[in-house]
């Protein structure tokens, strides 16, 4: 029997904004004419989509670097530096016809030479986190200047996802094989790269050479980090800012009720998670990373309503896969469970008993913290002595990948494929599985899965593959958000998009 729903209020809901510091980036006026300041959550990490892990680094890189494909706002996938492509009949090759004139911002040439130099470095660069992605490619063949042909080891039905993605965003060979390519980023996109500062700004400059110039009006795009989501606000009603991504829920009325202000939205693709480190380097020796039974006991703890109810004003979708109960793709054999504390309880008796230490690294932002300080209120209840970390998102991440984490909290924006919010964190080796999950019916799953073109085998593949991370809980999967864009009314034309990228083709503004 589940126990009833706790109001569980802790010291953030009764807060104040006393002693917040607000950055104010003073008036817009400033700026000069065609420019747009872009409020995000955290800082990016490596600005080269090979080495890219993060939501916020995908933000940018669709200003500064376009993909083979893309989705639009119904997620088909449409043309962008390939015009067309289609399938062999057995589904392992795939010849894609490129689109003429392309040039990178250094000037190179984009053709079929540059499309196989891209997809073999993002195969073969050590670092590269985009291996697991392309795994189904065999080879990359320029046929001609502008028909590029892939040949696959068995049919997948997810490489055009990949390609609509990091996998798929073009570099310029010439400065990609430069050592400092990571700092001084060369693409084929609407804008090129000026300077970064870190935690401070990333700046873009309209590519005049571009092949779709026209569409895009504004010349320089400013990106500014500020994770507080008080001060991002602040600093877009202020006048300093144009556009900030991941509103918060409580400022919605806020929004909507300023009238220099409008509120874009859709829902999103991707998940809030908390993820155990089994067999990624010594944090992984604790109790919770070698016992399932700790880490389904911790599942049991969480009531993942009471955190939409209590932080996200019911806006939000609770969850406990990687892919949202709306999705066809979702296993109805394993609904979202409600709290169930007893259970919780004994399980951690029958493992061994409390109260069991649980080191949790949390990006420092306050809606993050606050999701945090509800779940180990909640936990604390089961037996579960829990420390919460704040971390800066780039440094969480690295420290994620290192195997310097016992447990850590983490959102994916979510992909268009299924695959891509499974494949990349449950296969054996996989480059975003920072836990170390290995289990050979999960990878035996979802290659099956992979290699199936109609949706009703795919989902009986994906509904096995659950049936086995889920008892083994490496992953603890908690909601699926609402993408929420705060825009000043300055700004035309701006629509928001399920990955919840910013796509600028058609925006303007106004000084």
């Not at 872009?38 to 600005?47: E, F, Y």
């Not at 400022?251 to 939205?265: E, F, N, P, R, Y």
């Not at 949202?324 to 999705?327: D, F, I, K, Y």
């Not at 690294?361 to 509800?374: E, G, H, K, L």
């Given at each position: ?12 809901r ?18 000069a004419?065609?420019s747009?300041r ?12 090979h080495?890219?892990?993060?939501y916020?680094?995908?933000i ?18 449409v ?8 399938w062999?009949?057995?589904g ?11 040039k ?38 320029a ?10 080891k ?6 055009l ?5 990091r ?11 430069k ?5 001084h ?13 870190q ?14 110039k ?15 989501t ?10 300093g800012?144009?556009?900030i ?5 409580s ?15 859709a829902?999103g ?6 993820e ?24 049991l ?7 939409n ?14 892919v949202?109960?709306?999705?066809p793709?979702?296993?109805?054999a ?70 310097a984490f016992q ?26 599985n920072d ?8 990878d ?11 949706e009703?085998?795919r989902k009986?593949?994906?509904?096995t593959a ?8 490496p992953?603890l ?7 929420l ?6 700004v ?8 919840g990228l ?10």
């Open positions: 029997m589940n126990s009833p729903t706790r109001p569980f209020l802790p010291q953030w009764r807060a104040t904004l006393a002693g917040l510091t607000l950055l104010f980036l003073g008036s817009g006026t400033a700026l004419a065609g747009i872009i409020g995000l959550q955290d800082d990016a990490d490596a600005l080269d989509p080495l890219s892990r993060s916020v680094g995908r940018v890189f669709a200003s500064m670097c376009d993909k083979l494909l893309d989705v639009d706002t119904t997620l088909q996938f043309p962008q530096l390939a015009t067309e492509w289609h062999s009949n057995n392992k090759t795939l010849t894609m016809k490129l689109r003429p004139g392309v990178f911002h250094d000037g190179t040439a984009f053709n079929a030479a540059a499309v196989k130099a891209n997809i073999d470095r993002a195969k073969t660069l050590p670092e590269s986190v985009r291996k697991n992605e392309l795994s189904m490619v065999e080879s990359v063949t046929s001609d200047p502008l028909t590029v042909v892939f040949e696959l068995h049919p997948d039905a997810t490489l996802a990949q390609l609509s993605d996998a798929g965003m073009m570099l310029s060979p010439t400065a990609a094989a050592p400092d390519f990571v700092t980023p060369v693409c084929a996109g609407p804008y090129k790269f000026v300077e970064r500062v935690q401070g700004r990333m700046v873009l400059q309209k590519f005049e050479d571009y092949w779709d026209d569409a895009y009006k504004i010349d320089r795009v400013e990106f500014l980090p500020i994770p507080d008080t001060v991002r606000l602040a600093n877009l009603k202020s006048g800012l144009d556009l991504e991941r509103v918060a829920t400022d919605i009325k806020s929004v909507k009720g300023t009238a220099s202000l409008q509120l874009a939205m829902p693709l991707g998940f809030m998670s908390i155990f480190n089994l067999a990624n380097g010594d944090k992984a020796k604790t109790a919770l990373g070698q016992n399932k039974l700790l880490r389904q006991a911790f599942s703890s969480i009531d993942r309503e009471a955190i109810q209590a932080v996200f004003d019911g806006v939000f979708t609770p969850g406990n896969q990687p949202p109960p709306s999705s793709y979702y296993a109805g394993f609904p979202v469970q409600g709290r169930d504390i007893d259970k919780a309880r004994k399980l951690v008796s029958q493992a061994g008993g409390g109260p069991v230490p649980v080191d949790l690294q949390v990006p420092n932002n306050p809606i993050t913290m606050q999701v945090a300080q509800v779940i180990q209120a909640m936990a604390g209840e089961a037996g579960f002595n829990v420390t919460l970390r704040a971390t800066e998102f780039a440094t969480l991440l690295s420290d994620a990948q290192k195997g447990a850590t909290l983490l959102a994916w924006s979510g992909r268009v494929d299924p695959d891509g919010n499974i494949g990349p964190f449950m296969t054996c080796g996989a480059g975003l836990p170390h999950y290995c289990n050979a019916d999960v035996k799953a979802l290659a099956e899965a992979r290699g199936t073109p109609t009703s085998e009986a593949f994906y509904a659950a049936a086995h991370y889920m008892d083994d809980v992953t999967y908690l909601y699926h958000e609402m993408r864009f705060a825009v000043s009314k300055k035309s034309g701006f629509t928001a998009h399920p990955d910013i796509r600028l083709r058609g925006v303007s503004v106004t000084q």
